[in-house]
């Protein structure tokens, strides 16, 4: 079974920066993307970044410019990196694996605070 684990999350000020980690373990031979997405309470959970094998990414508009996705070449763990940080980025931030084979497997979520 595929286990992600998310870290790197806590307290920031605006304009301060995170880099959020999730590291994979288990059996992730067919993996073709990995990706952060994010969830605050009454809202529908929604994509911050996403990388695919080849290197391509996608960013929410919200945080094209400030932030950046990358991972390890074996997707043994993937990496966003949040700069110049605004309140509203305020969230539950969550990891995602998607397979080949359509099967999608999520981390736990780590939250992320950032304050006026």
């Known amino acids: 079974q595929v286990r992600l684990v998310e870290s790197g999350g806590g307290l920031a000020q605006a304009g301060g920066s995170l880099r959020l980690s999730c590291t994979a373990s288990g059996r992730i031979v067919g993996a073709i993307a990995m990706g952060w997405y994010r969830q605050v309470p009454g809202k529908e959970r929604e994509l911050a970044a996403l990388?695919?094998?080849?290197?391509?990414?996608i960013y929410a508009d919200s945080v094209k410019g400030r932030f950046s996705i990358s991972r390890e070449r074996e997707w043994r763990s993937v990496y966003l990196q949040m700069n110049n940080l605004k309140p509203e980025d305020t969230a539950v931030y969550f990891c995602?694996?998607?397979?080949?084979?359509?099967?999608?497997?999520w981390g736990q979520g780590t939250q992320v605070t950032v304050s006026a």
């Open positions: 990388i695919r094998t080849g290197g391509t990414t």
């Open positions: 995602k694996m998607v397979f080949h084979t359509g099967a999608e497997f």
